[in-house]
């Protein structure tokens, strides 16, 4: 089964979501996180940039005799809330076990080396399997269900993961928090964004239903979309 997948974002009134590109600039606050935790998920997901802001590490240590198999290895189970992230090629050396307390699931690629594998697992960092040499995201979400019992994911990545899933039809619902300032500018990242390969390729979207509209302090707006996939 799929959890229900909810994009949580922020961004400027033109749909930009680098901060300090923003004119005028603006004091967020505790806003976001106040809101993430208002969503109620079991946890969060991010692509690999927004990953690596997250690592202490730079590389793992070079590569041992040990074979892994290519299956679902759990350090922790049971937790509150999981931080998940996409890492096809396993490129992520981590030098720790959890974000905010939330303990580190990477999603993988069977192409990823043992050498890595070792590392994720001195860290404590969980790792899944979802495809051969790209991530299959239907199938990550639903081993996200089976392996940790997640039923309600937050979707937080850069606009590249996020239109991934977007084109994909796996969007359920999308939390935006809206600033009174603007980006102005080309090539900023957004919201939902693409690669080249996929800028043609558009969303399944058949609609979009407002769920609500709410004013927050310091002007920005709090909207809340169901969406309905073709």
């Known amino acids: 089964m799929k959890p229900y997948l909810i994009c949580h974002m922020v961004s400027s009134i033109d749909g930009r979501i680098l901060p300090s590109r923003w004119r005028p600039q603006v004091r967020e ?4 996180d106040r809101l993430h935790h208002e969503l109620g998920g079991q946890a969060w997901l991010v692509g690999r940039v ?3 802001e997250f690592a202490k590490a730079e590389t793992y240590p070079a590569p041992s005799e040990a074979v892994f198999p290519r299956e679902p290895w759990i350090a922790q189970r049971g937790a509150s809330g999981y931080g998940v992230v996409l890492d096809a090629a396993g490129k992520i050396a981590w030098g720790r076990s959890d974000i905010g307390g939330d303990p ?6 069977e192409q990823v080396s043992d050498a890595h594998l070792a590392g994720l697992r001195s860290d404590g960092v969980s ?5 051969e040499t790209s991530i299959d995201l239907p199938r990550a979400l639903e081993i996200l269900n089976r392996e940790l ?8 990545g850069g606009g590249i993961a996020n239109g991934a899933f977007l084109r994909e039809g796996l969007v359920d619902e ?3 928090i809206v600033w009174p300032t603007v980006d102005g500018a080309a090539g900023a990242p957004s919201v939902f964004d693409s690669l080249a ?14 769920l609500s509209c709410e004013s927050m302090a310091d002007g920005a707006v709090w909207l809340r979309y169901r969406v309905e996939n073709g």
């Open 104 to 109: 580190i699931v990477v999603i993988l690629t």
């Open 50 to 52: 927004t990953g690596q």
């Open 174 to 176: 999308i939390s935006l």
């Open 127 to 131: 790792y899944l399997f979802a495809g």
């Open 29 to 32: 606050g505790d806003l976001y």
């Open 197 to 210: 390969a996929d800028a043609d390729r558009l969303a399944p979207v058949r609609a979009m239903h407002l």
């Open 149 to 156: 019992g997640v039923e309600r994911l937050i979707l937080e």
